[in-house]
């Protein structure tokens, strides 16, 4: 099976030039002027448009048992949505209930997943702590290419992880060389809030942004970034959606501090209206946390982003239909927080971001591929176009256009929160693992064509820091 692309501008994260790609096997093995190729090779003509690295998700909930349900995207429909929108890799959760070991939950996580079209990954939540915890994060990272481990600081009484559980994890991850990820709100602050709505009678979901403001955020993403520099590691934070988060990553960035920050597409075009809407299902659909905000935090979104203090763009995609969404009829609480995006980011992302100048076409690929695949240890696998690399490729047509809806879109959901934004700026091809998967409008994805993808962790670099700090202390505390 090979494919060559001809007549197209290849854009990387660093560089743009005009090349013909040919791929075998599922990688890129050629790149060059006018490839001179097997002619059994397909060929996929891409003048006038833009050959990229394809889509990378790194922060999705496909099937997520939550909050008395489960997402309606499943791995399959979820992936296969993402490859018809240019998104080539998920970077997945589990998430251990408190108490279930931890390869127990991975292990179920990995065999929902082997139904996947596109590759994917897996982020492990630590939702609690005790020895085995410890012990197990080991073996995912030395034996199942885990390296990056969340922390929900929200979700009280169900997933939350409190300071204990932050500190002992946040070390644990130092010693693995593992990253740390957190879901950054104050989770004692929000219950305590939403009592306080309830009871003042606010039962819709107007309430679900009061009972979550900024400050709720902001508090719990410096908290975090302050534990992970006692703790010496580095910190990315999850879907974040307001200015008092970004100012604290750009304050602990500008002390040196190793933190990434990634935004949510919809967080940079959505603002917290969408929750005053009279009817329920409308501001149901929207109720995912953090909250989508007042528009001003979308300038400060949009600057984090410029300004490379923020570096991954997502979805958070956890679909959730209106009749699961109307578990929350009477109580807002009940709402099954999350929304889709994984077919929609990238053309959301150009549309409002290349179009309109605040980003390059190169600062795009970073957003919406390399960075993710920089942070979390896949490049140049994934993210780049270039020799060797896998072939996940998203052939990028400037002028192609499409009207963003429910009645249209392939994710298994009947809402979707981009509805009727017309875009300018949609994949023409994608191609997964060096095959043709979607082609001027046909979906032609394949149950269980996708990869796990293994990331390796950081801890050469770590090992020796361990090695020389007991060599310069010997008599230090021995970590563990
Ligand atoms: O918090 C998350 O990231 C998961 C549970 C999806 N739901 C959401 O509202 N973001
Ligand atoms: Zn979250
Ligand atoms: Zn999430």
Request: no cysteine; net charge negative; hydrophobic share 35%.
């Given at each position: 099976m090979s494919i060559v692309i001809r007549n197209g501008t290849i854009v990387n994260a660093d560089h743009t030039f005009q090349a013909d790609v040919y791929c075998e096997e599922g990688k890129i093995v050629a790149i060059g002027q006018n490839l001179d190729v097997p002619s059994t090779a397909e060929v996929v003509d891409a003048s006038g448009q833009y050959v990229m690295p394809g889509g990378i998700d790194p922060h999705t909930h496909m099937q997520l048992p939550f909050m008395g349900t489960v997402a309606s995207d499943d791995f399959y429909t979820g992936t296969a949505a993402g490859l018809a929108g240019g998104n080539t890799t998920i970077i997945d959760f589990v998430i251990p209930a408190p108490g279930e070991p931890l390869l127990e939950a991975y292990n179920k996580w990995r065999d929902w997943a082997e139904k996947s079209a596109s590759d994917y990954s897996f982020h492990v939540a630590i939702t609690w702590w005790d020895e085995s915890v410890h012990a197990d994060m080991e073996t995912l990272v030395k034996e199942h290419g885990v390296n990056s481990f969340k922390h929900f600081m929200a979700y009280k009484n169900a997933i939350m992880a409190d300071d204990e559980v932050l500190v002992k994890s946040f070390r644990r991850c130092m010693e693995l060389g593992a990253m740390p990820t957190v879901h950054a709100e104050n989770g004692e602050l929000v219950f305590q809030l939403q009592q306080e709505m309830l009871n003042k009678g606010?039962?819709?979901?107007?309430g679900h942004p009061l009972s979550r403001p900024p400050i709720v955020e902001g508090e719990a993403a410096n908290r975090a970034i302050q534990i992970a520099q006692v703790m010496d590691v580095p910190i990315y934070l999850v879907h974040v959606s307001c200015k008092e988060s970004v100012d604290a990553i750009t304050r602990a960035r500008n002390d040196g501090q190793r933190v990434y920050g990634e935004v949510l597409a919809g967080h940079l075009c959505i603002d917290d209206s969408v929750y005053r809407n009279e009817d329920f299902e409308f501001a149901a659909a929207h109720v995912m946390s953090p909250p989508f905000r007042p528009k001003e935090h979308q300038n400060a979104l949009w600057k984090g982003l410029q300004g490379g203090n923020l570096q991954t763009t997502a979805t958070d995609h956890c679909a959730f239909c209106a009749e699961q969404k109307a578990?929350?009829?009477?109580?807002?609480?009940?709402i099954p927080n999350g929304t889709a995006g994984v077919e929609d980011r990238m053309a959301v992302l150009w549309d409002e971001g290349v179009n309109t100048g605040k980003l390059t076409m190169n600062e795009f690929v970073s957003a919406t591929s390399t960075n993710a695949a920089k942070i979390f240890n896949i490049y140049p696998q994934k993210g780049s176009i270039s020799e060797?690399?896998?072939?996940?490729?998203v052939v990028w047509d400037p002028e192609g256009t499409r009207t963003i809806s429910a009645k249209t879109h392939?994710?298994?959901?009947?809402?979707?929160?981009?509805?009727?934004r017309t875009v300018k700026g949609i994949p023409s091809h994608t191609i997964s693992r060096g095959k043709v998967v979607w082609a001027n409008g046909e979906l032609k994805a394949v149950q269980g064509a996708g990869r796990y993808v293994d990331r390796p962790a950081f801890n050469p670099v770590f090992e020796a820091l361990n090695k020389q700090a007991e060599l310069n202390e010997p008599t230090a505390v021995k970590r563990g």
């Open positions: 606010i039962t819709g979901p107007e578990a929350g009829k009477d109580d807002f609480t009940k060797g690399a896998d072939a996940d490729i392939h994710q298994n959901v009947d809402f979707n929160i981009f509805e009727g």
